[in-house]
C-alpha cells in the first residue's frame, strides 16, 4: 500500500540569502516510510525536519529512509536532528538509511564522524536493496 503520509513546506526570508525553502514529503509502502526532502536544513529549518522525522516512528514501521538528494544546505542543526533520530530509531528497533550522494553533504557526515553511526546509500533503490538484506534491529 503507498499513500502520501503529509507534506510540509516551511518558507522564510532572509537578508542578501534570499528566499530558503524546506518540503518534506512522506509516504508509507509496504512498512518502510520514504521520507523525500529539498531545500535547506539550516537553524530556521532543522526543527520542523526533526518533527517530520519524528513522525515516521509512528505505527512503528520497519524501516525509514531519509532522501537528503535534493538538499542543498544541511547545517549542524539538521546533522544533530539526524543524529537524533537515528538514535530514536534504533531505540525503536526501526531501520533507518540515509540517501544522499552529494559530495558535500557526505563530506559533513564524514568531518562529524556520522557516516560511522549512519546507514549512507546513494540512491533510494540502493537503500531499499539494503533494507531488504538488513535484519530489524533489536529495540
Same mark, same amino acid.
Given at each position: 500500500?503507498?499513500? %502520501?503520509f503529509h507534506d510540509a513546506v516551511v518558507s522564510r526570508s @532572509? !537578508?542578501?540569502y534570499g528566499r530558503a525553502d524546506l518540503t518534506v514529503s512522506i509516504t508509507r509502502d509496504d512498512g518502510v516510510v520514504l521520507a523525500t526532502v529539498s531545500g535547506e536544513i539550516d537553524l530556521a529549518t532543522a526543527r520542523t525536519f526533526a518533527r517530520h522525522l519524528e513522525s515516521t516512528l509512528t505505527g512503528p514501521p520497519a524501516a525509514v529512509i531519509a532522501d =537528503? !538528494?535534493?538538499? *542543498?544546505?544541511?547545517?549542524s542543526s @539538521? =546533522? *544533530?536532528a539526524l543524529q537524533i533520530f537515528a538514535q530514536a530509531a534504533t531505540s525503536a528497533g526501526v531501520a533507518? %538509511?540515509?540517501v544522499s *550522494?552529494?559530495?558535500?553533504? =557526505?563530506r559533513h557526515l564524514q568531518l562529524t564522524a556520522l557516516d560511522r553511526d549512519l546507514t549512507i546509500k546513494p540512491t533510494v533503490a540502493d537503500a531499499r536493496t539494503w533494507l531488504s538484506n538488513e535484519p530489524t534491529p533489536d529495540p
Open positions: 500500500m503507498r499513500n %502520501c @532572509g !537578508g542578501d =537528503l !538528494g535534493q538538499v *542543498a544546505f544541511l547545517s @539538521g =546533522l *544533530a533507518f %538509511c540515509l *550522494a552529494q559530495r558535500t553533504m =557526505l
